[in-house]
Structure formats: structure tokens, C-alpha cells
């Protein structure tokens, strides 16, 4: 490297690439104009100065108003946190099993779908969402809100008793929100407006879902039933899954999917990526149905068993129904049975036995085989089969806790038929059910028809989806190199 030449007296002005390590900061700061001067330097150096005098105001501040944090509050907390780090995750493996058993000209949409609803669902959420279902009760057990926003706020009591801070709680919040709006995606796949579905999902997260969830999570009217869904077979998945099955029979089957009433095969293009996301969410459900706990104490690996052994019935159970009944084992089948078995213990992961709980998912798994025919035969076209999964095992789900349920944390109110419990818990679960069918039935008829009306309707042109909607509406492909199918 040559060097121009210079006089003794201006050798502290060398080029930055031969300083040190100590002399470059500062040299790359006077060679910025306005930090040539001592005087420049001087103020500069006060900001690092009042930043850490800030700073420990704030944590002098902090620490006279709570307590020191206990082990508890530590480890509820981490917990917690950890476990949304896995929900949030699942929108990744939604993405994946919905964009590889779709069509590869539809999978910058699907995509596109899946990362930006998150975004949505945890802005409407933490708008309004948030508030209105764990909110103060403004009509006793069924409508609550304290105002838009949360309040942040650590209290002394919250680190006294180890609970949990209201930030932390708000994430874990929005990640089933998100849930709840990402498997509407699957549904009205491949011939859905994005901005429409958009402005749906916004609707969803911010005021569906959450006045829904409060009905039990917020000991709404359903809770003082008795009403079981310990970590949201109805409230996240069938509420899910009821706003897709409008936005699909309000959208019609895709093009080519029914030929003189029969269902046609449309296969999906990439099994390895739908495989990849339902090992994914699998993981994502550790978060899901353990981080429901609230808590990090002995049940939470109870809770991680359940939930495993629920997903291995159903993958067993969907693949044996499905080599039965085609002759040949269906690596989808297999997919949607370990989703049906995980969505089928969802609600009741901390009332089964273990054994129960294999026995859901298997039930579940046989279920979900069955649902994706029937909904063909009525006419319902579901690309991924997201309402067999999520509606149809999120009741199972729900109400196989009324059959078997045990109560295994509780004091015996959880009882199921089959263990002594008698009918009631049957019947207040499939009330709740019921009930959950029924809201999103009618509230996502509303959304779906009045979105339809003002955007001149929520179904892209003829045109645009036998091209591919990912030129359509993104003017991109997610394979430029291959051409799409």
C-alpha cells in the first residue's frame, strides 16, 4: 500500500486505514464535518455522559418502587417468553405447509399472506384487541375494554408474587391472535384479494377474536359455566377456522377444482417445504399449549407430553385411514393428522391423562381423513384442508374433554363422562362450541359481505388467478427460473 508523503508535523492527521484500533473512533469522527474541533469533541463527549446519568435515574427510579426479583418472577417471566418466541415461529411453518401444498404460481401470495398478517394482528391487537379482551367488564361476562392500549406498568405486587409483566403477556397474547388470523390464510388460498384479506384480518384480530377469548379467558360468561379450553381448541382454532369457511364459501371453489360436481386433485407443488412447516409448527406448539401454563412449575412438562403424544396419535391415526381408504399411505394425510392431533388436545393438554391424550389425537387423526372428503362433497373447496384441521378437530378437541377429561390439575370439576364426571361438562362444552361456531359464523359473514361491497368484491379476476397470483398481485414469482403450473 503507498502512502502520500507528509511532514512530521501533520503525522497525527494519518489516513484511517493506518490507525489504531484506539485512534480509529476518533479519527473517523473528525473526519466528519462539524467534530474537527476540540470544542466539537467536547460536547460530544457529554452525550455518552447524560445517557448513562439518564439511565441510572431511570434504574435509581425503578429500583425504589419494586422489590428484587425473585426466582420466580424470573423463571415465569423467561418462560413466558420463550414460549412466544415458538408461537411466533408457527407463522413460519403455516407459511410452508400452506405455500408447498398450493400451487407454485400462488407462492410469493401465500408468503406475502402469512409474514404480513402477523404484522397486522399484533398492531390491531395492541390498538384494541388486547384491551377488549382482557379488559375491565363494561356488560357483566360478555363485552370488556379499559381504553386502547395497555398499560405497561410493573407493579411491586406483580414481582412479589411472581407473576407475569403485562409486556410479556401482551406478546404472548398477540401470537395466538395471530394464530387465529394466519389459518383463515389456508382457506381462501390461491383466489383471495390480498388487501382484502388484509383489512379482514385486521377486523379478526382487533375485535372477533378478542371479544370471543374473553368469554373464558377473561372470566367472561363461559367461564363461569365451567367452560374448558385450557390453551384454545375453539377460541384460536375453530374461531380461525369458522372466519375461513365463510371467506371460502363466499369466494367459491378455484378454477378447475370441481368438474360435474366432482372434486378434482390439485396437488400441491413443493412436499418437502409442507413437511418442513409441520415439523415447525409441531415445535411451535411446545410454546403454544406448555407457555399456556403461565407459569414455569411442574405441569409444564406434563403439558409438553400431552401435547406430543396427541400429535403421534394423529399422525397414526390419519395415516392408517388414509392407506385404508387410497390404498397408499398420503404424506398430506400424514401432515394434517399430526396438525388434527396437536389442535384435538389444544384444549384440554392439562386435563387428559396421557393416555387420553394419545387417544385424541388418534380420534382426531381418523376425523381429520373423514372432514377433508366431506367437504369436498359438499362443494367447499380448502386448499390445505385448514377446516378439518382447525374446525373441525378444534370441536373434537373441545369436546372430547366432556368425554374423558380428568382434571388432572383441578379439583374434579373437570371430570368427563366416561370417568364419573356425568353429562354437564359435555354439555357446557359443546355449548361453548357451539357458541364459538355460531359468533363467527355470523360476525365474519359481516365482515366478509361489507369488505366485498366496498372493494367491489374479495376475489381476484378469472384472469389473474389462471395466471398466478403472484404476478396478479405481487408482480413477482417465487420460482422465476421454472415456469409455473
Not at 20 to 46: C, E, K, Q, V, Y
Not at 239 to 251: D, P, Q, R
Amino acid at each position: 500500500m503507498t502512502t502520500a508523503m507528509q511532514t512530521p508535523t501533520r503525522r497525527s492527521r494519518s489516513k484511517l486505514q493506518e490507525a489504531s484500533l484506539a485512534d480509529g473512533p476518533l479519527l473517523l469522527l473528525r473526519s466528519i464535518r462539524g467534530f474537527s474541533s476540540n470544542r466539537s469533541m467536547l460536547w460530544l463527549a457529554t452525550v455518552p455522559l447524560a445517557l448513562f446519568g439518564l439511565g441510572v435515574f431511570n434504574l435509581s427510579a425503578h429500583a425504589n418502587e419494586l422489590p428484587e426479583l425473585n426466582a420466580a418472577f424470573l423463571a415465569n417471566n423467561l418462560w413466558l417468553l420463550i414460549a412466544t418466541i415458538l408461537v411466533i415461529f408457527m407463522n413460519a411453518g403455516f407459511a410452508m405447509v400452506e405455500a408447498g401444498m398450493c400451487r407454485s404460481k400462488n407462492a410469493v401470495n401465500i408468503l406475502a399472506k402469512n409474514l404480513f398478517v402477523f404484522a397486522l394482528a399484533v398492531t390491531s391487537y395492541w390498538f384494541i384487541g388486547y384491551s377488549l379482551m382482557y379488559g375491565g367488564s363494561l356488560i357483566d361476562g360478555w363485552l370488556f375494554f379499559n381504553g386502547l392500549f395497555f398499560d405497561p406498568t410493573v407493579t411491586p405486587e406483580t414481582v412479589a408474587d411472581g407473576g407475569l409483566v403485562p409486556t410479556v403477556d401482551f406478546l404472548f397474547q398477540a401470537a395466538f391472535a395471530g394464530t387465529a388470523a394466519t389459518i383463515v390464510s389456508g382457506l381462501v388460498a390461491e383466489r383471495v384479494k390480498f388487501g382484502e384479506f388484509v383489512v379482514f384480518a385486521l377486523i379478526l384480530t382487533a375485535f372477533i377474536y378478542p371479544i370471543a377469548g374473553s368469554w373464558k379467558w377473561n372470566g367472561g360468561w363461559l367461564d363461569s359455566l365451567g367452560f374448558i379450553d385450557f390453551a384454545g381448541s375453539s377460541i384460536v382454532h375453530s374461531v380461525g377456522a369458522w372466519a375461513g369457511l365463510v371467506g371460502a364459501m363466499l369466494l367459491g371453489p378455484r378454477i378447475g377444482k370441481f368438474k360435474e360436481g366432482k372434486p378434482q386433485a390439485m396437488p400441491g407443488h413443493n412436499m418437502s417445504i409442507a413437511t418442513l412447516g409441520a415439523l415447525i409448527l409441531w415445535i411451535g406448539w411446545y410454546g403454544f399449549n406448555p407457555g399456556s401454563q403461565l407459569a414455569m412449575d411442574q405441569w409444564v412438562p406434563y403439558v409438553a407430553v400431552t401435547t406430543t403424544l396427541a400429535a403421534a396419535g394423529g399422525a397414526i391415526g390419519s395415516t392408517v385411514v388414509s392407506t385404508m381408504t387410497s390404498g397408499k399411505p398420503d404424506l398430506t394425510m400424514t401432515i394434517n393428522g399430526i396438525l388434527a392431533g396437536l389442535v384435538s388436545i389444544t384444549a384440554g393438554c392439562g386435563d387428559m391423562t396421557l393416555t387420553g391424550s394419545w387417544l385424541a389425537g388418534l380420534v382426531g387423526g381418523v376425523i381429520v381423513v373423514f372432514a377433508v372428503g366431506a367437504l369436498d362433497a359438499a362443494g367447499i373447496d380448502d386448499p390445505v384442508g385448514a377446516f378439518s384441521v382447525h374446525g373441525v378437530c378444534g370441536v373434537w378437541g373441545t369436546l372430547v374433554i366432556g368425554l374423558w377429561g380428568t382434571a388432572v390439575q383441578g379439583d374434579g370439576s373437570g371430570l368427563g363422562l366416561f370417568n364419573g364426571g356425568g353429562i354437564n361438562l359435555l354439555l357446557v362444552q359443546a355449548l361453548g362450541a357451539g357458541v364459538y361456531a355460531l359468533w363467527s359464523l355470523i360476525t365474519c359473514w359481516i365482515a366478509w359481505s361489507v369488505i366485498g361491497g366496498l372493494f367491489g368484491g374479495i376475489r381476484v379476476s378469472e384472469s389473474e388467478e389462471i395466471q398466478g397470483l403472484d404476478i396478479g398481485e405481487h408482480g413477482m414469482e417465487a420460482y422465476p427460473d421454472f415456469a409455473s403450473r
